[in-house]
């Protein structure tokens, strides 16, 4: 059975540095062409695509927080962290991570977490 | 940086059709994936690569694609479709991903 959960933070500052982890099981993220992205999801806002990161270490990251943003991967704890800068209010949200599976899907994400909610505040 | 447009609402009776466009210029050369997401939960994957169904999807979702646009239908529309959709794609570079702007979907 494939898994993804995401820990972290459940508050942080503004001006903070967030780091995310994503411990996934069922698959390794050494199996060519599979991956890990990050999205999330504000209160009662659309989903918004954050990064991801394949097997070949290969990564990507949104236009727009991409200078905020660094994904990475442990192989060996078949963890995925992503990690945010200078945190703001506007970034309180739900943070999910979901698997590629690029072989089957494309990129499509087929198996997400259950999301871990973080909340910017002083 | 590149969007994808959805209609914010879709009403319909039960058993009727619905219809949710997605709109996006790299959209003719890009795949588009659609997800359904129910309140309080993850998000799930229900077309990918246009008009492909994950097992498990009921046949009544289907996809297709036209140029600019995207669209999902859902056939024979039963009560528990009701919830948000959102598609997926990529910008021109291919790399970067993005979401749609999210449509409710209503079963009146």
Known sequence: QVTLKE????LVKPTETLTLTCTVSGFSLSNARMGVSWIRQPPGK??????HIFSNDEKSYSTSLKSRLTIS??????QVVLTMTNMDPVDTATYYC??????????????WGQGTTVTVSS | SYELTQPPSVSV??????????????????????YQQKPGQAPVLVIYKDSERPSGIPERF?????????????????????????CQSAD?????MVFGTGTKVTVL
């Open chain 1, 46 to 51: 659309a989903l918004e695509w954050l990064a």
């Open chain 1, 98 to 111: 979901a698997r590629i599976d690029w072989y089957h899907y494309y990129y499509g994400m087929d198996v």
């Open chain 2, 92 to 96: 021109s570079s291919g790399a970067v």
């Open chain 1, 73 to 78: 991967k442990d192989t060996s704890k078949s």
């Open chain 2, 13 to 34: 009776s039960p058993g009727q059709t619905a219809r949710i466009t997605c709109s996006g210029d790299a959209l003719p050369k890009q795949y588009a994936y659609w």
């Open chain 1, 7 to 10: 820990s972290g933070p459940v």
């Open chain 2, 62 to 86: 289907s996809g297709s694609s036209s140029g600019t646009t995207v669209t999902l239908t859902i056939s024979g529309v039963q009560a528990e479709d009701e919830a948000d959709y959102y």
